[in-house]
């Protein structure tokens, strides 16, 4: 069956342009995670979802990161007037139900701001 | 400040040997403790889990000790495999969150 799947799998792009990158969970998956993580770390919670509706924002950076899930399944992380700081590989996580650490990642999202 | 440590960047153990990756953690309310692999290009992968209640789980050739007095986990790996060279991550799970290390890189010498 298919993982969980991200596009793009890389994205350069200027400095204070906006960026939107997408998750694909694995089909029937209640929960969606977003992770961000920087070269030589882990991952780095940013936010979660259970089914549409959002559970947790505090990892976000600030406001100009945001997510959404309308139909609770495909997700949408956007970052707007992107930094460079914000540069890092951003994945996504699905789990078949809430509140589980059982989370099954995507490839990743590499995003380059130059 | 770092709760799940990971102090070692990178081990390299003979094929056939004991791989030991170690772990540390700073908070006692942690649920379970978890580690992932992950191999290059792809995302991380579930391999063992620990509930903060128990001090050891086997699986196959993976064991992990947890002693919650030192705040301390370990993964073995007996008997290490070429295929076991990876990237291996330590991750603390409470209410819903991934607390993860920084990762140790497993080179497998044949």
């Known amino acids: 069956g298919a993982g969980v799947s991200q596009s793009p799998r890389y994205k350069v792009t200027k400095r204070g342009q906006d960026v939107a990158l997408r998750c694909d969970p694995i089909?029937?998956?209640?929960?969606l995670y977003w992770y961000r993580q920087a070269l030589g770390q882990g991952p780095e919670f940013l936010t979660y979802?259970?089914?549409?509706?959002?559970?947790?924002k505090s990892g976000l950076p600030n406001d100009r990161f945001s997510a959404e899930r309308p139909e609770g399944s495909i997700s949408t992380l956007t970052i707007q007037r992107t930094e460079q700081r914000d540069s890092a590989m951003y994945r996504c996580?699905?789990?078949?139900?809430?509140?589980?650490?059982?989370?099954?990642f995507g490839p990743g999202t590499r995003l380059t701001v130059t | 400040d770092q709760q799940v440590k990971q102090n070692s960047p990178s081990l390299s153990v003979q094929e056939g040997r004991i791989s030991i990756l170690n772990c540390d953690y700073t908070?006692?309310?942690?649920?379970?403790f978890l580690w992932y692999k992950k191999y290059p290009a792809e995302g991380p992968t579930f391999l063992i889990s620990?509930?903060?209640i128990k001090d050891k789980n086997e699986d196959g050739r993976f064991t992990v000790f947890l002693n919650k007095s030192a705040k301390h986990l370990s993964l073995h790996i007996v008997p290490s495999q070429p295929g076991d060279s990876a990237v291996y991550f330590c991750a603390s799970y409470s209410n819903y969150q991934l607390i993860w290390g920084a990762g140790t890189k497993l080179i497998i010498k044949p």
């Open positions: 979802f259970n089914y549409e509706a959002q559970q947790d």
């Open positions: 620990i509930s903060s």
């Open positions: 089909s029937g998956h209640v929960s």
């Open positions: 996580a699905s789990s078949p139900r809430p509140d589980t650490y059982e989370q099954y």
């Open positions: 908070n006692s309310m942690f649920d379970y």
